[in-house]
């Protein structure tokens, strides 16, 4: 009969309590087939789906073209009527030559003439000229290569302090805007989540404004996403460990200057923009 108090039956029985219980944190571990196959299934959701859903919008912008524009190509000179089989494609192409003779010619005398004399008419049209103007300005400002709409994208306090925003520059305030505000202001577009087309256009003095290592398609995935998508942070070691603005925020200096309307001061070179070049000045 085995003795309990026995060094070796002791040293056996715990070895004996220790290997059950690494079995049983194996079997813990370990994942079900059913598991297994979820997991399986997620994976190959998160891998196909990206490719598979641009492939559809793309097949349904070219579909669309299409059905367009190669209905208007003559019979005699579309592929399609000699061919027993769609050509996928077509009229984009079209399309695209077509844009591309019309900016060539553009160029030209007679191009420049015919833009002229278009503009003059529609400038007479009253509801017209409203909307061709807005949607030329826009155009010229987006298209345009040295242009910096949207080139940059930025940190704003918004909709109150102590929440901070992403934006995008879309230019220098200018005309009635800049002239009756005393600082220097930025045009900045503030989306929406997640459909970044909306959003809010705010006009911010430059030095509330922190600058982003961003890039503008970063920022507009980080939006898009909700912040699920984050960009990695690329700045030095050193600006990265520096902090240039706060989250926190004093309710007693909201009540003081709310019911009071009492001055809220604030330290002197101690703005967003302030602190971002004067720490990049000393390193």
Known sequence: MKNPRDPNTMSRSQAEVSAAKEAGNKKQHALGFGQRMRAYLLTGVLVTAPTAITIY????????????????????YNPETYLPFALPGLGLIVLVLTLMLIGALTAGFFGRLWIKLSEQLLNRMPVIRSVYNAVKQILETVLAQQSNAF????????????IWAIAFITGRTEGEVQNVTEEECINIFLPTTPNPTSGFLLFVPKKDLVSL??????????????GIVTPPDRRPESEQQ??????????????????????????????????????REKT
């Open 57 to 76: 919008l793309a097949w349904i912008f070219i579909g669309f073209v299409d059905s367009q524009v190669t209905p208007l190509i003559p019979g005699k």
């Open 151 to 162: 080139r940059e994208a930025v940190l704003v306090e918004y909709p109150r302090r102590g």
């Open 213 to 226: 290592s961003m890039t503008v398609e970063e920022a507009i995935k980080m939006v898009i996403s909700g």
């Open 242 to 279: 520096h902090a240039l603005v706060s989250a926190q925020t004093y309710e007693d200096i909201d009540i003081i200057r709310e019911k009071d309307r009492a001055s809220f001061i604030a330290p002197k070179d101690s703005r967003p923009n302030d602190q971002q070049e004067s720490f």
